[in-house]
């Protein structure tokens, strides 16, 4: 049973046209991340949720946004998408109450721009 | 801040080979929690195992182990008797300070040979 659901798995999008990533949970968690994941390299954190705390990592781009509307689900907002961003978009959770333990990943979702 | 080394870029074995990858971390924080993923070539990011700083046991789980040792700031990963579908890129994760935020290490990716 999928817990951290991503949609789509692929996504293309044009040069400069905005497109949104989302994520749903099934799990409850009060915690939701977005990693943006380059070829061959480690997730790199964006930005997550602690509850409705939304939490900006210092040297994420303006260009990405993000909105979580409840509990279960978590978009990914790119207002202008440059080459730069084509990458795999992973979204995670994890819970308060398992003291900040490990982040359950869904299946990501896989950004080209052209 | 907080660091994670993962040395080993790549690693190639032959099936049934023992294989071992390292994790070298750096943090200040006392409490902090350690991860392994894997991350198979569809792109999820599979949980394998997670130590907080305060239980070096080793833990053994069928063909996986892992070697956490506090004095040398290692969390090692060893595959017993390797298996084509091992083959994946592997990361090693830190969590700690302010909870949230999972450090992740550059991955080595490992292919085991048939």
């Known amino acids: ?114 | 801040a907080q660091k994670v080394t993962q040395a080993q870029t790549e690693i190639s074995v032959v099936e049934k080979e023992d294989v071992t990858l390292d994790c070298v971390y750096e943090t200040r924080d006392t409490t902090y929690y350690l991860f392994w993923y894997k991350q198979p070539p569809s792109g999820e990011l599979v949980f394998l195992i997670r130590r907080n700083s305060f239980d070096e046991q080793n833990e053994i789980s069928g063909r996986y182990s892992w070697n956490f040792q506090k004095s040398t700031s290692s969390f090692n990963f060893t595959i017993t008797a390797s298996q084509v579908v091992d083959s994946a890129v592997y990361f090693c994760a830190l969590r700690a300070g302010g909870y949230q935020k999972v450090t992740f290490g550059t991955g080595t990716k490992l292919q085991v040979i048939p």
């Open chain 1, 1 to 114: 049973d999928a817990m951290v659901i991503q949609n789509p798995r692929y996504q293309v999008t044009q040069f400069g046209k905005p497109v949104t990533l989302s994520c749903s949970q099934t799990l409850n968690h009060n915690v939701m991340y977005w990693y943006q994941q380059k070829s061959s390299q480690a997730p790199k954190l964006l930005f997550h949720y602690y509850d409705k705390d939304f939490n900006n990592e210092a040297d994420t781009p303006d260009n990405f946004q993000s909105r979580r509307p409840n509990t279960s689900f978590c978009f990914l907002d790119i207002r202008s998408p440059g080459l730069g961003d084509a990458a795999m978009y992973l979204c995670a959770t994890s819970s308060q109450n398992r003291g900040h333990t490990e982040a359950f990943f869904g299946q990501g979702t896989r950004l080209t721009v052209v």
